[in-house]
T-cell receptor, first 115, second 114 residues
Framework: NAGVMQNPRHLVRRRGQEARLRCSPM?????VYWYRQLPEEGLKFMVY????????ESGMPKERFSAEFPKEGPSILRIQQVVRGDSAAYFC?????????????FGSGTRLTVV | DAKTTQPPSMDCAEGRAANLPCNHS???????VYWYRQIHSQGPQYIIH???NNETNEMASLIITEDRKSSTLILPHATLRDTAVYYC???????????????FGKGTSLLVTP
């Protein structure tokens, strides 16, 4: 049973380009969460999604950032027109549909570097 | 969600028990205590959680005081691979079929030494 898969592991983008980060949840998990960790800082919640629905995006920057979790395929975190301040590790986690009594399972993260 | 307070860092000798404290004096009755850890450059790892009873699994034990205002995560025989940042998080559970965001604070950086 594969864990949460994130790709790419490392992503380099020039300022102004778009970054697309992918997350495939564990088999049977229908809840996906995205977190961001800036250098030398803690993890910050960004968005929580279920299939085809954004449930809580209270941690998402209002501009340039978007997330989706389509019926088929991985969840995508999209950052448009990246800036140097977007350089961070982005972690995805998933939990099962009756996830209230379980901890998350995190992926290994995508390290985004904006040059 | 209730706020938690953890020491910023701790040391522990390899093979000894590591006892990581967490204060959550404003915890409410329906809030659980979760522990996660993050080994350098890796994704966080769920360790254990509990409501009021002490809990034990293959990784650790969680001791929650009777008044629930504090808890201790115990790694019974720490190894070098347990060196990580440990996060204590308090969160109420949502309705079934709903997930929940976790608020990671600064955690405790545990260094296990040879």
């Amino acid at each position: 049973n594969a864990g949460v898969m994130q790709n790419p592991r490392h992503l380099v983008r020039r300022r102004g380009q778009e970054a697309r980060l992918r997350c495939s949840p564990m088999k049977g998990h229908s809840h996906v969460y995205w977190y961001r960790q800036l250098p030398e800082e803690g993890l910050k919640f960004m968005v929580y999604l279920q299939k085809e629905n954004i449930i809580d995006e209270s941690g998402m920057p209002k501009e340039r950032f978007s997330a989706e979790f389509p019926k088929e395929g991985p969840s995508i975190l999209r950052i448009q027109q990246v800036v140097r301040g977007d350089s961070a590790a982005y972690f995805c986690a998933s939990s099962p549909p009756t996830g209230v009594n379980y901890g998350y399972t995190f992926g290994s993260g995508t390290r985004l570097t904006v040059v | 969600d209730a706020k938690t307070t953890q020491p910023p860092s701790m040391d522990c000798a390899e093979g000894r028990a590591a006892n990581l404290p967490c204060n959550h004096s404003t915890i409410s009755g329906n809030e659980y205590v979760y522990w996660y850890r993050q080994i350098h450059s890796q994704g966080p790892q769920y360790i254990i959680h509990g409501l009021k009873n002490n809990e034990t699994n293959e990784m650790a034990s969680l001791i929650i005081t009777e008044d629930r205002k504090s808890s201790t995560l115990i790694l019974p025989h720490a190894t070098l691979r347990d060196t990580a940042v440990y996060y204590c998080i308090v969160r109420a559970h949502s309705n079934s079929n709903s997930g929940y965001a976790l608020n990671f604070g600064k955690g405790t950086s545990l260094l296990v030494t040879p």
